[in-house]
């Protein structure tokens, strides 16, 4: 889950809501687990020149540390991800969000067959940015590749250049859909995200109505009353049911959302430049 608005409390954002990321720990309705008990993080934009980050590897919904800190922690841009392991190991290292300077990344999905590629992936990462990696995920290495083909200036290129690239290693091992992927990603004053598959089928994702549509559809919801017009979410599953509030990304698309600016565009993977 994403938000990116008017100074809220976290507490808000990550327990209010009737199907919060929370609750779609324990009781995912559309995720490829029911539950989500492998960790957990947030990453959050305030005094700071990067991202604060707070992660554990208890689940979400049983961690009185996170309640705690939610209920202190007023951001107007918050990003919350809760993990189901896709075999990599249970620990700090590996729970989204990963930040680099002041991004932050998240991804649902896999890259699949990834232990036959990795070395070849991880070669064709920056040496620069190589010594930041801590963990031991796809999800990690993703977002390391993504900055070596320029996410920084360019998130949608290097996007569609690491996919291309992952998707061209996973064939060349046989493996004939490598990528499964939802991400999001941010610099602090803008959000993007992606949503793709190698298959076409890919994970859930959605982005909510502008606000101010959305109080003229719901004007008995005082939750909505307390939200900025710039307030915007970007999560793998609604919030709560509300006719109107979500729009889902289509399938092979991408989008990025800013004060005054929301798009969605078609996304296509594309071969990638050669690294040195």
């Known amino acids: ?95 989204h969000p990963f930040r680099h300077g002041r991004w932050l990344w998240m991804h649902n999905g896999a890259l699949f067959g990834f232990h036959d590629y990795k070395r070849e992936l991880m070669m064709a990462i920056d040496p620069a940015l190589f010594g930041d990696i801590e963990g031991s995920t796809d999800s990690e290495a993703f977002f390391y590749l993504a900055l070596t083909y320029g996410l920084e200036e360019d998130p949608y290129g290097a996007v569609e250049q690491a996919v291309g690239m992952v998707e061209d290693l996973g064939r060349e091992h046989g493996v004939e859909h490598p990528i499964q992927m939802t991400v999001a990603t941010t610099d602090g004053e803008s959000m993007w995200a992606f949503r793709y598959s190698s298959e076409g089928k890919s994970r859930s994702l959605f982005f909510s109505t502008e606000m101010h549509r959305l109080r003229a559809l719901h004007p008995e919801v005082k939750a909505l009353a307390e939200l900025g017009d710039d307030a915007r979410f970007i999560t793998s599953e609604p919030l709560r049911d509300l006719s109107g509030a979500w729009q889902e990304f289509p399938e092979s698309s991408a989008g990025v959302v800013r004060p005054g600016h929301a798009e969605v565009r078609p996304f296509t993977p594309r071969r990638a430049a050669t690294v040195l």
């Open 1 to 95: 889950m994403a938000y990116s608005g008017d100074p809220v409390l976290a507490s808000d954002l990550l327990f209010r809501p009737v199907h919060s990321l929370i609750d779609q720990s324990l009781h995912s309705r559309m995720g490829a687990t029911t539950t989500n008990g492998d960790g957990f993080g947030i990453g959050w934009y305030g005094e700071g020149d990067v991202p604060a980050l707070f992660k554990s590897v208890d689940p979400a919904w049983n961690d009185a540390n996170l309640r705690e800190l939610a209920s202190q922690i007023r951001t107007g841009h918050f990003f919350a991800h809760v993990r189901a392991s896709t075999g990599t190991p249970v620990q700090r290292s590996n729970c």
